[in-house]
């Protein structure tokens, strides 16, 4: 797992952002109730826009779960399966960029997610991410299996604005 270099990933300017803004949220999905995103952070700090950043990778990969696994909590009664799976990350490397106007937080990271309530979970293998935050908006980009992950504005989704 290579580390994420946040040397080379170019910041546009913020009217490039609100331009290009939509969201990503998940929304539209109706197998379970839905969770809601983290917060942005009120202040963006180091630290609040690190932990954002964890928090977004988890609810993310909570929905990637679901839609590749489904729910841990099977049909009982009749009733469909509800329940978001459990999702374990481990973060291997963390770097962080201060940009004229928002932070870039790069995470590498192993996961798994959550099969059954009886404790089985499925390695998912290791990936990398690239969140840009500022006070107005926020980017996210993944390199996917053993891969660093690209700039937001390149190959990532705006996932608020």
């Not at 990969?61 to 509800?82: C, I, K, N, V, W």
Request: some cysteine; charged content about 20%.
């Amino acid at each position: 797992m290579q580390s994420v270099s946040l040397r080379t990933v170019p910041v546009p300017e913020t009217t490039e952002l609100r331009q290009h803004c939509v969201t990503d949220r998940f929304d539209g999905f109706t197998g379970t109730t839905p969770v809601p995103p983290p917060r942005t952070p009120a202040e963006v700090t180091a630290s609040s826009v690190t932990e954002y950043a964890l928090a977004y990778e988890e609810y993310y990969q909570r929905y990637q779960a679901l839609y590749e696994f489904g729910s841990p909590t099977p049909e009982s009664d009749g009733l469909p399966a509800h329940g978001f799976p459990d999702v374990r990350i481990n973060v291997i490397d963390r770097t962080m960029r201060d940009t004229n106007d928002g932070w870039l937080v790069g995470l590498s990271f192993s996961f798994s997610y959550e099969l059954s309530k009886s404790g089985e979970y499925a390695d998912q293998g290791t990936t990398a991410v690239v969140y840009y935050v500022n006070e107005e908006t926020v980017a996210r980009s993944d390199g996917g299996d053993d891969a660093p992950a690209d700039s937001p504005w390149a190959t990532g989704a705006i996932v608020d604005c």
